[in-house]
């Protein structure tokens, strides 16, 4: 019953193209009847919830297609592809946006953590991946259907949003993404940790031996968990972050130099040679296309 209303809810409250702000703050409802081809992104820390038709999202050329089945959670800055190439007026894309807050997070899984035989230790070995998916529990449901009925009105938000928020937060904790949150937020979250570093400071010089130093790791140790939580190396990383960021500016109409300055490259031929690289197209075509 719970999934029905949900589904009811952000199709009335969404009811036009585009995204919409709710009551709650970093609670988003979106609406898309059109194809959106898979482009250039950075995905924040965030749990996605389809209720209607399809997204997909390209991780190191790993396609991954999440629908109404499945939430995904990403407890961590990734550069992906993204896109919902099937959206139409016929079957349109919905779904909730729930931007995850750092602070109130990484409380819940410390506190987690703490508490005696609350949730059962990971076993040793490879670290969750940065993007999760996760079928909906009946907590989740029930936790989802309550935050979204207080974002309807700005004085129930105002009261109880920020409650019910984090109830949502928990049942996310406690769900089939919540070992890879709990790495995100609670101790132990070295590697997020340097992603949130490394996001807003994009435009500056960085090696591995500076990553694996901030967090008290040797260089291979520090490459090893870093591939095992992104699936990329951290200069693959770093460089995919800085393309990807540059090509929603130019996308946002900043021209190819000012874009390449912007995360940090110097040589204008160099920026444009790995852009093509990974995109297939220059950073002229890109925004002539766009």
Known sequence: ??????????????????????????VQLFRMTEPVRCAPAIYEPAVVVI?????EAILDGERH?????????????????????????????????????????????IEMESAAGL???????PLPPGLAMAHWDAAFSDALLRLLQVAQSPADAAILGEGRLRELYYAVLKGEAGESARRAFGVGNEIARTIDYLSS?????????????RVGMSRAVFHRKFKQATTMSPIQFVKSMRLNTAAMQI????TVSEAAMAVGYVSSSQFSRE????????????????
């Open 1 to 26: 019953m719970s999934r029905q209303e949900i589904t009811r809810l952000v199709a009335s409250l969404a009811h036009e193209e585009g995204i919409r702000e709710t009551a709650v703050k970093g």
């Open 51 to 55: 209720v209607s038709g399809a997204k």
């Open 275 to 290: 852009f093509k690289r990974l995109y297939g197209q220059s950073p002229k075509q890109w925004s002539q296309f766009k």
């Open 119 to 125: 949730v059962r230790k990971p076993a040793r070995g």
């Open 201 to 213: 400071r994009l435009d500056e010089p960085v090696s591995i031996e500076d990553m694996a130093g």
């Open 65 to 109: 297609v999440y629908d109404s089945r499945q939430y995904l959670c990403c407890p961590i800055s990734m550069p992906v592809e993204a896109g919902a190439p099937k959206a139409s007026p016929e079957a349109p894309l919905l779904g909730v946006y729930l931007s995850l807050d750092t602070r109130v997070m990484t409380e819940l899984a």
């Open 251 to 254: 996308a946002n109409g900043k």
